[in-house]
C-alpha cells in the first residue's frame, strides 16, 4: 500500500468513525509505524476499540485516542489536586453540547481523568431537551456519582465540570456557558488550548523512550462502552454495570 511504502513512523487516522477499526488495524501491521493517533470517538463500538487495541498491543504499535485534553498539563495538575480546594467531593455536574458522540468521549475521559475508573452508567429523561442529540445521564464512581446534563441552544458550545465539595465548589469551564452559576463557586479558567501540540509532542517522547503514554487505550474502549450503550435507545432509563478493562486479556483474544 501506500502507507507501506512511504514508511512513515506516526500515523494520524482523522476519517469517519466507523472507518477507524479498519485503518488502525492495517496501519498496525506496517513494520516501520511506531504509533498511531486516532481521532476521536475510537471506534462505534466496543468490539471493534478492543480489536484496534488487541491489534496495536500485538503488534508493538502505540495507541493513541485523540482525547486531547488528556494530555493537556493543565488537566494533569488539576485532576489530582482538584480535592485540595474541595475537600471531600458531594456532587458532580457536566454540561455539554453538541451531540453525544461528538463531545461525550472528551467528556468521558476528562470524567476518567478526574474520577477514577466508572462502575455504572445510567440514561435519564430530560423533558425539553432533544435527548437524540444530548443525552442526559449519570455515571457511577466510587466516591461520587456525576450528573451529566445537556445544553441545548442554538449555536451554543458548552463544556463544563462542575464539583461541589465539603470546602468549597469548582468549575472548569470552557467556551461560552450561558448556565447561571453560583457565586459561591472558585472559577478555573481553561490552559491555552495548544493540546493537539501536547499530544503530539507525548507522542514523540513516547517512541523516544523519553515517556510513559498517559493512556492505554482502556479509557478509550471504556469510552466506547459508555457511549454504546447510551447509544441504545432501548437502554433508557436502564442502568449498565461496566466491565473492566482487562487489556492483557484484549491481548490474548488476537493471537
Not at 56 to 74: A, W, Y
Request: contains cysteine.
Amino acid at each position: 500500500t501506500r502507507l507501506t511504502k512511504s514508511r512513515p513512523h506516526i500515523i494520524i487516522v482523522a476519517t469517519p468513525p466507523e472507518t477507524h477499526a479498519e485503518i488502525v488495524m492495517e496501519a498496525a501491521d506496517i513494520p516501520a509505524v511506531k504509533a498511531i493517533v486516532c481521532e476521536k470517538p475510537m471506534a462505534l463500538s466496543v468490539e471493534a476499540a478492543e480489536k484496534m487495541v488487541a491489534r496495536c498491543q500485538r503488534k508493538g504499535k502505540l495507541l493513541f485516542v485523540n482525547h486531547n485534553r488528556h494530555f493537556d498539563p493543565f488537566h494533569q495538575k488539576w485532576s489530582t489536586m482538584w480535592q485540595t480546594i474541595t475537600g471531600p467531593p458531594q456532587a458532580a455536574v457536566f454540561y455539554y453540547s453538541r451531540g453525544l458522540w461528538n463531545t461525550g468521549p472528551h467528556l468521558l475521559d476528562l470524567a476518567f481523568m478526574y474520577f477514577g475508573i466508572p462502575q455504572w452508567v445510567t440514561n435519564e429523561l430530560v423533558f425539553g431537551v432533544n435527548e437524540q442529540l444530548n443525552p442526559a445521564f449519570r455515571i457511577g464512581f466510587d466516591d461520587l456519582v456525576l450528573h451529566v446534563v445537556p445544553y441545548n441552544e442554538a449555536g451554543a458550545y458548552v463544556f463544563e465540570l462542575v464539583i461541589r465539595g465539603t470546602q468549597k465548589n469548582l468549575v472548569f469551564c470552557e467556551g461560552c456557558n450561558k448556565l447561571r452559576l453560583a457565586q459561591e463557586l472558585v472559577v478555573v479558567e481553561e490552559s491555552d488550548g495548544d493540546n493537539l501540540r501536547n499530544m503530539l509532542r507525548h507522542v514523540v517522547s513516547c517512541i523516544e523512550g523519553k515517556d510513559k503514554p498517559v493512556s492505554t487505550g482502556a479509557e478509550a474502549v471504556r469510552a466506547v462502552q459508555i457511549l454504546e450503550h447510551l447509544d441504545n435507545s432501548e437502554a433508557t432509563c436502564r442502568r449498565l454495570c461496566l466491565k473492566s478493562v482487562d487489556l492483557e486479556k484484549i491481548e490474548k483474544s488476537e493471537r
